[in-house]
């Protein structure tokens, strides 16, 4: 603990990248990590759909996926079967970043950095890590890097190349006590939003669940959208279709809603509708006070 | 009957035992001290408040909340009366609600001696002078949370 407190200043290392972006160089993409600290809360789910909703948009994407040792992105966008090359074949300059790089099955503007699934997470030299994304950052408008949990070396790397971050939280104790720790190592200059997700409205409505107000109460960050817990999310990732590809599905229409956000667009916050009240309900909340 | 009714329909939801937990988890790592530190620094700050005035240890609520990049220690402390109780001779009883209660203005603070028969008052009429101190302002931004 100690020693991650005095690296606290040195996430993201040193350049002062984010001032360049807009000013300098028009044509550089923005790099965006997507972290959340505890695992399990959806952080590769929300980097695919993200990442579908904007080569949607018509944006030139590639998502990297940070989380060496455990390669998943490739599977949440059903491209497993044509990961040749890894993240550290490109960083070790074994490949060129060309042959590494996964078209996206959908979509022409989508591509995908694989993770080296036999490979530790130590391995990442953090100054090469942020070459390669200020490298793609040429090419892409968007290079959305999704981290691995925890933050240790690992979430350390996947940072350094970063000039935003989204922070990925769901409605629990565990899930805001952890992005609120990593918003404090991230500091101010990631900008970090937030999105919530598995919300479970029903829950919410009856007190059984942390509701959007009371997460961000706490967390504070300028909110991009909130995510129902679906059924459909599952069968998606099942099938290595990322829900964002239906936008006729109230969650797909949440991820592209997010995507405009993303991309500056003045749209409102994607919400989850509120479940309908049953008659039984609204007899017990005549009797229950603690209802709202 | 209400009763029955109230218990069959509305167990309190988990979200607010959530959500006093997070409160609880967060200001401790937001302070990086242990739950008994906080406790003692509680204590010994209203120790010195007690000095001044008479509040109500019961009631004292000491929260802590990040705003933007800081701590602000927000702290919420009754005050019972403003009798100074060091200095009317009184010091062992404050903290007790035994010390006398009256209105600030009925009596002078430089006054020694407490009126015979004061600590007899019922219980109830000090609960009805209670002034609530309302939720004080930032009362000190410690530490930078990062």
């Given at each position: 603990m100690h020693q991650l407190q005095s690296d606290d200043h040195a996430v993201g290392g040193d350049t002062p990248a984010a001032e360049n972006v807009e000013a300098k160089d028009v044509k550089l993409g923005r790099s965006i990590v997507l972290t959340s600290g505890k695992g399990g809360v959806g952080k590769t789910t929300t980097t695919a759909n993200l990442g579908t909703a904007l080569a949607a948009r018509g944006a030139r994407v590639v998502m990297i996926d940070a989380d060496i040792g455990l390669r998943n992105l490739d599977i949440v966008l059903g491209l497993e079967n044509r990961v040749r090359h890894h993240l550290l074949d490109v960083l070790e300059e074994r490949v060129e970043i060309d042959d590494a790089l996964v078209a996206d099955k959908r979509s022409e503007h989508l591509f995908l950095l694989a993770a080296a699934q036999a490979r530790e997470k130590e391995d990442v030299e953090t100054a090469k890590m942020q070459a390669l994304v200020t490298k793609l950052r040429e090419r892409f408008d968007y290079v959305l890097i999704d981290s691995p949990a925890g933050i240790e070396q690992g979430f350390k790397n996947a940072v350094a190349g970063a000039d935003e971050a989204i922070v990925v939280c769901t409605p629990e104790v565990a899930a805001v006590r952890d992005v609120d720790r990593v918003v404090g190592l991230l500091g101010n200059r990631f900008r970090p939003q937030l999105i919530i997700n598995r919300l479970r409205p029903q829950l919410v409505r009856k007190g059984k669940m942390l509701s959007v107000d009371d997460v961000n109460a706490i967390l504070r960050l300028p909110l991009l959208g909130v995510i129902a817990d679906e059924p459909e999310i599952i069968v998606t990732t099942n099938k290595g279709?990322?829900?964002?590809?239906?936008?006729?599905?109230p969650t797909g229409a949440a991820y592209h809603a997010i995507a405009a956000r993303v991309a500056g667009d003045d749209v409102a916050a994607p919400m989850p509708a509120a479940a309908k009240v049953s008659l039984f309900e609204r007899l017990g909340s005549m009797f229950s006070g603690a209802r709202r | 009957m209400i009763e029955f009714l109230r218990r069959f329909f509305g167990q309190p939801g988990s979200s607010a035992t959530a959500k006093e937990r997070l409160r609880l988890v967060l200001m401790t790592d937001h302070l990086e001290l242990a739950p008994e530190m906080i406790d003692t620094m509680k204590r010994e700050l209203v120790d010195v408040i007690s000095r001044y005035v008479e509040v109500d240890r019961e009631k004292i609520d000491v929260t802590f909340e990040r705003q933007d990049r800081t701590l602000a220690m927000l702290a919420n402390i009754p005050i019972l009366s403003v009798n100074r109780p060091s200095e009317n001779g009184d010091a062992g009883k404050h903290g007790n609600g035994k010390v006398e209660i009256a209105p600030p203005v009925a009596e002078p603070v430089s006054s020694a001696q407490p009126k015979p028969g004061a600590e007899t008052k019922p219980p109830a009429r000090k609960r009805r002078r209670r002034k609530k101190a309302g939720r004080a302002a930032p009362a000190g931004a410690a530490a930078a949370a990062t």
């Open positions: 279709e990322p829900l964002a590809l239906r936008t006729a599905t | -």
